[in-house]
C-alpha cells in the first residue's frame, strides 16, 4: 500500500495553468477509473474535485480538470486565481479494494 | 445539508485504546459506505478503513490491521473506530468521510484529533 507519486509542490502565477501529476502502479491507478482528487486548504477538511479520473462534482469550477494515462493521472487548474492556492491530493481504488492517497501537493499562487 | 461530526479523539498512552465516533446527518446514512482517513500534523492523508452500509464487509490499511476496528450503528447514525494497541505513530487528525460513487469521498468531517505520547 505505497502511496501514490505527487510532485512535492508547483507554482504558477494568476491567469496561468498549472498541473500536478499523480503516478501508481498496474494495481491502483492503471487499473481502475477511480482516481479522485481533493483540495485542502489550511486547517480544513479535503473537498473532493475530481471523481472517476475526470469528473467533476457539482459546484466545482469548470477551470478544474484531470485525465489518465497508463498509470499516472494528472489534474490540470486553468486561470489560476488566488483562492486556488492549497494542498491537493489524489487518490485511488486498489485491487486489493482498499484505497490510497498521494503524499500531497502544495499549489503556490505567485 | 449533510454533517459528519467526529468525537472522541484525546491524548492516550502508547499501547492504550480509544473508540472514535462520528455522527451523521443530512442523508440515509445506512446507504452510504463510510471511511475513515488519517492526517498526522504537517502531513498528507492516509486512508484507514472502510465499512460496508449494513456492516458485514471492512478492510483496513495494512497499518492498522489487527488493531484498529471500523463500525458502524445505523439506527444511530453513527460511525465508529475502535484504536487498540495504539502507537505513537497513530497520531493524527481523523477524519470520517462518505462514500460516493465507485470510489470517491464527498463529505468529510471536520476532524478529532488523537495524540499518542507518554
Known amino acids: 500500500q505505497s502511496a501514490l507519486t505527487q510532485p512535492a509542490s508547483v507554482s504558477g502565477s494568476p491567469g496561468q495553468s498549472i498541473t500536478i501529476s499523480c503516478t501508481g502502479t498496474?494495481?491502483?491507478?492503471?487499473?481502475?477509473?477511480?482516481v479522485s482528487w481533493y483540495q485542502q486548504h489550511p486547517n480544513k477538511a479535503p473537498k473532493l474535485m475530481i471523481y472517476?479520473?475526470?469528473n467533476r462534482p457539482s459546484g466545482v469550477s469548470n477551470r478544474f480538470s484531470a485525465s489518465k494515462s497508463g498509470n499516472t493521472a494528472s489534474l490540470t487548474i486553468s486561470g489560476l486565481q488566488a483562492e486556488d492556492e492549497a494542498d491537493y491530493y489524489c487518490?485511488?481504488?486498489?485491487?486489493?479494494?482498499?484505497?490510497?492517497f498521494g503524499g500531497g501537493t502544495k499549489l503556490t499562487v505567485l | 445539508e449533510v454533517q459528519l461530526v467526529e468525537s472522541g479523539g484525546g491524548l492516550v498512552q502508547p499501547g492504550g485504546s480509544l473508540r472514535l465516533s462520528c455522527a451523521a446527518s443530512?442523508?440515509?446514512?445506512?446507504?452510504?459506505?463510510m471511511h475513515w482517513v488519517r492526517q498526522a500534523p504537517g502531513k498528507g492523508l492516509v486512508w484507514v478503513s472502510r465499512?460496508?452500509?449494513?456492516?458485514?464487509?471492512?478492510i483496513y490499511a495494512d497499518s492498522v490491521k489487527g488493531r484498529f476496528t471500523i463500525s458502524r450503528d445505523n439506527a444511530k447514525n453513527t460511525l465508529y473506530l475502535q484504536m487498540n494497541s495504539l502507537r505513537a505513530e497513530d497520531t493524527a487528525l481523523y477524519y470520517c468521510?462518505?462514500?460516493?460513487?465507485?470510489?470517491?469521498?464527498?463529505?468529510w468531517g471536520q476532524g478529532t484529533m488523537v495524540t499518542v505520547s507518554s
Open positions: 472517476d479520473v475526470s
Open positions: 443530512g442523508f440515509t446514512f445506512g446507504s452510504h459506505w
Open positions: 487518490s485511488s481504488y486498489t485491487s486489493s479494494g482498499t484505497r490510497v
Open positions: 498496474s494495481s491502483d491507478v492503471g487499473a481502475y477509473n477511480y
Open positions: 468521510t462518505r462514500n460516493w460513487g465507485s470510489a470517491a469521498f464527498d463529505f
Open positions: 465499512i460496508n452500509s449494513d456492516g458485514t464487509s471492512t
